[in-house]
């Protein structure tokens, strides 16, 4: 058993029903009124945040637009705005960093900080975690509820958070862990989701007493990796490290709005959505050498293709690449799209690529090399400057693409360059 940490050590922090609050925050008007977020006007689509407001009627995110008009008529549906969304999060960060500095940002709404010194103790942890929330209401809006768990390890501290809401403060001792967590239901523990539940139940677990009394060994092969052994440890109180990753991919994706459910529409779409991803790839200083295609189609089936190519990070290649994917899918699908994704893989540092011998000692080669590199810059040069889609290659939808911007997803957060890409 590796060893417990003795005393209150991680902070962590979870804004109370983020997105939507950010817009009662900007609109008064919104302000004590049930209110969802939808990714795009749309009768056909779900809500990806509700405000509490919302929430007493039992509606929640990913309740379609359509349930939740039904369990609560009089709800206030608003587009995302993920731009104002990302400005927030970092005027939050600026606010709790007056307090303690931010260990690790774990999604646009959730922080952690590592509690040091003096702040270990039970009283000025909560006096601390008083403060933060104080300033955030104070400096940054008052509808920015947030709800705070103080434990001896980050696993602890984000089950905490989640215990008391809206907003909550609950302090896990050390030496409570896991019995506090006994009265809990396995999908009240962070981690632990609909597919996870299913593989615990058929191996006899039903109750969080049951998991705690595994084997770590035992946990280990539940979840089939080690990361149900790390779980483990998490919910008997030791504090393990967190796994550093790497960029692998580059994807973004977008459900359609009916105007682009037609094949050339969605294959427009498409294209702006791999422009966007050529500009992050280059910002990033990398290439790519593999482009996946995935279509969802409006009558249930999916669609997907992989193309691989020499390492690029030039717009000009990487659409053709695209126009090659896109080509095989019509063969065999002419029904409308309901939603296209794009992802990048197999990045590595632009230094890091070597041409191969016989391409690059020929002259002709490495001038239309040097003149996608240089027309590939002026585009993000012009665009940055003048605003996203001064330059394109190709054409846009004759229909607005505000909604192919920059978006924040579950374990992304957007720069804030994105939104003028």
Request: hydrophobic share 40%.
């Amino acid at each position: 058993m590796l060893p417990r940490v003795p005393y209150l050590k991680w902070l962590f922090l979870d804004l109370n029903a983020y997105f939507a609050s950010v817009e009662q925050q900007e609109k008064p008007a919104l302000r004590g009124r049930p209110v969802g977020v939808i990714p795009l006007q749309s009768e056909g689509t779900c809500l990806i945040a509700a405000s509490y407001e919302a929430k007493a009627f039992g509606i929640k995110t990913g309740t379609s637009v359509r349930e939740a008009r039904q369990l609560c008529p009089g709800i206030v549906l608003v587009p995302a705005r993920h731009e104002i969304y990302v400005e927030y999060h970092h005027r939050i960060l600026e606010e709790i960093d007056r307090h303690i500095p931010v260990a690790h940002v774990g999604s646009i709404d959730e922080v952690d900080c590592e509690l040091l010194g003096p702040q270990r103790e039970r009283a000025a942890a909560i006096d601390l975690a008083r403060r933060i929330k104080r300033g955030i209401l104070e400096t940054v809006g008052e509808c920015l509820r947030c709800s705070v768990g103080i434990a001896p390890n980050r696993f602890g501290a984000k089950v905490a958070s989640d215990m008391q809401k809206p907003d909550g403060l609950v302090v896990i001792e050390p030496g409570e862990l896991p019995d506090r967590l006994f009265g809990l239901q396995l999908r009240d523990l962070t981690g632990i989701g609909f597919n996870m539940e299913r593989r615990l139940n058929a191996a006899g677990i039903y109750t969080v007493r049951e998991l705690a009394a595994l084997e770590p060994k035992h946990a280990r092969k539940i979840w089939g990796s080690v990361a149900g052994e790390r779980f483990w440890y998490g919910l008997h109180g030791v504090d393990i490290p967190e796994t550093p990753t790497e960029r692998g991919s580059i994807g973004h994706g977008r459900i359609l709005p009916p105007a682009l459910r037609p094949p050339a529409q969605a294959r427009q779409v498409a294209r702006r959505l791999l422009a966007k991803a050529a500009v992050r790839l280059r910002r990033y200083g990398c290439t790519a050498r593999a482009l996946v295609l995935s279509v969802k189609l409006e009558n249930g089936g999916r669609w997907g293709g992989e193309t691989r190519f020499a390492p690029t990070q030039d717009s000009v290649p990487l659409l053709d690449a695209l126009d090659r994917l896109w080509a095989g899918f019509e063969v065999d699908h002419r029904v409308r799209l309901k939603q296209v994704a794009i992802t990048l893989l197999g990045l590595a540092p632009v230094e890091a690529y070597m041409p191969d011998l016989f391409a690059a000692a020929d002259p002709a080669w490495r001038a239309r090399q040097d003149r996608l590199a240089r027309l590939s810059g002026v585009m993000d040069g012009l665009n940055h400057r003048f605003g996203a889609d001064t330059v394109m290659l190709g054409v846009l939808p004759s229909v607005g693409l505000e909604y192919a911007g920059a978006k924040v997803a579950f374990n992304r957060i957007p720069d804030r360059i994105e939104f003028t890409e």
